[in-house]
């Protein structure tokens, strides 16, 4: 059984251009959510996917905004970068939608915004 | 609104005493409760989970936590600390019937001194 991974592990890129980040769910999981983590804070829900489709987003903007396919892995696209979207990207995967399925979380892409 | 507090930044023990990691919470309903583990470069690693039944809930590594309703609390433990067990912590809470949407506390680090 294989992990969520994701890549890249690190991306640079200057204010204005537009990111694409990727992530693989563990094997037999429906479901992707992305988070961000900014230095010295906890992860903030960006949003879910479940069967390609958007199911539900936390407090960002729209040029945020994602994709899932039809085996289950996932990307975040980012346009219009600022220099607030340098941070961990975290992938997190689950078998399910609910409050009580588990989430398994990827390494992170690290995106520095100069 | 849900909230999750983590009141303190850092916690500093001594290898084989007992550690504590403090969090509190706020939900509208019944809380689903998770800790984390975050180790450097790394994704988010699953500890425990409290979504029903006995209050003291055994975790992996030899993490527990305790349940408090009355204190809207959630604390993680173990009774003795070891030197790899320094980590970012995180509590994490969702709320019952609210969905998949996680909330994380700003985290806590934890320094276990051979």
């Known amino acids: 059984e294989t992990g969520v991974t994701q890549s890249p592990t690190h991306l640079i890129k200057t204010r204005g251009q537009q990111v694409t980040l990727r992530c693989s769910s563990q094997?037999?999981?429906?479901?992707v959510s992305w988070y961000q983590q900014a230095l010295g804070q906890g992860p903030q829900f960006i949003f879910q996917y479940y069967r390609e489709e958007e199911n539900g987003r936390g407090n960002f903007p729209p040029r945020f905004s994602g994709l899932q396919f039809p085996n289950y892995s996932s990307e975040l696209n980012v346009n219009a970068l600022e220099l607030d979207d340098s941070a961990l990207y975290l992938c997190?995967?689950?078998?399910?939608?609910?409050?009580?399925?588990?989430?398994?979380f990827g390494p992170g892409t690290r995106l520095t915004v100069l | 609104a849900q909230s999750v507090a983590q009141p303190e930044d850092q916690v500093n023990v001594a290898e084989g005493n007992p550690l504590t990691v403090k969090c509190t919470y706020s939900v509208s309903g019944n809380p689903y409760l998770f800790w984390y583990v975050q180790y450097p470069n790394r994704g988010l690693q699953f500890l425990l989970k409290y979504i029903t039944g006995d209050n003291l809930v055994k975790g992996s590594y030899g993490f527990e936590a305790e349940f408090n309703k009355s204190q809207t609390s959630f604390h993680l433990k173990k009774p003795s600390a070891l030197v790899s067990d320094s980590a970012l912590y995180f509590c994490a809470v969702r709320d019952e019937g609210g969905g998949f949407k996680t909330i994380f506390g700003a985290g806590t680090r934890l320094f276990v001194k051979a």
């Open positions: 094997s037999g999981h429906n479901t």
């Open positions: 997190a995967s689950s078998f399910g939608t609910s409050e009580l399925h588990e989430q398994f």
